[in-house]
């Protein structure tokens, strides 16, 4: 029965290089979230995607960051061209359709930029 | 623009006391609460919710209050467990659909 799978656990990235962060929603979820939680701060959301659509945004910084939710495989969220600015803990949530059913949050991919 | 707050950083608590931890939100769409429960390098687990039709959820040590009015919610531990040490994130959303926005959280230390 496993639950929300983020990996890597850990990636260090140098400046200027890209990072790629993979999650695979718990069995039977087809709606994944990702949010970005830096030191000492709570979580804050960047983008909701369901099967290859993204449904909402607004979280997200206008430029060096993408997310997709392919039909086949995990769900991606992308930086290119890192910055220090941009070392934090990402963490992927799934739910189900079924109206108002939490979150269940996958352990996190936490990133540092050197 | 801090839409969910938690104005208590920390809270420190006696082992089979009550824990008390507070919310405050100020955008009146938010109609689903919740309780997660952080451990470090984990993520955050869910604890408990309480919809807006509600103003009490109960599920065994966990009691969640909400006050619509005030545009506040309590969760309340009890008896507190030294397991129960941790971050604790209020989170809302509203009725278009489950992105949630979080607290800052409290960080909850039950002593033995």
């Known amino acids: 029965n496993a639950g929300v799978m983020q990996n890597p656990r850990h990636l260090v990235r140098r400046r200027g290089q890209e990072a790629r962060l993979r999650c695979s929603p718990m069995?039977?979820?087809?709606?994944v979230y990702w949010y970005r939680q830096l030191p000492e701060e709570g979580l804050k959301f960047m983008v909701y995607?369901?099967?290859?659509?993204?449904?909402?945004e607004s979280g997200m910084p206008k430029e060096r960051f993408s997310a997709e939710f392919p039909k086949e495989g995990p769900s991606i969220l992308r930086i290119q061209q890192v910055v220090r600015g941009d070392s934090a803990a990402y963490f992927c949530a799934s739910s189900s359709t079924v109206e108002d059913s939490p979150l269940h949050f996958g352990n996190g991919t936490r990133l540092t930029v050197t | 623009d801090q839409q969910v707050k938690q104005n208590s950083p920390s809270l420190s608590v006696q082992e089979g006391r009550i824990s008390i931890l507070n919310c405050d939100y100020t955008n009146s769409m938010f109609d689903y609460f919740l309780w997660y429960k952080k451990y470090p390098a984990e993520g955050p687990t869910f604890l408990i919710s309480?919809?807006?039709?509600?103003d009490k959820n109960e599920d065994g040590r966990f009691t969640v209050f909400l006050n619509k009015s005030a545009k506040h919610l309590s969760l309340h531990i009890v008896p507190s467990q030294p397991g129960d040490s941790a971050v604790y994130f209020c989170a809302a959303s509203d009725a278009a659909g489950n992105k949630l926005t979080f607290g800052g959280g409290t960080r909850v230390l039950v002593k033995p």
């Open positions: 309480i919809s807006s039709i509600k």
């Open positions: 069995k039977g979820h087809s709606h």
């Open positions: 995607l369901q099967k290859e659509n993204i449904i909402d």
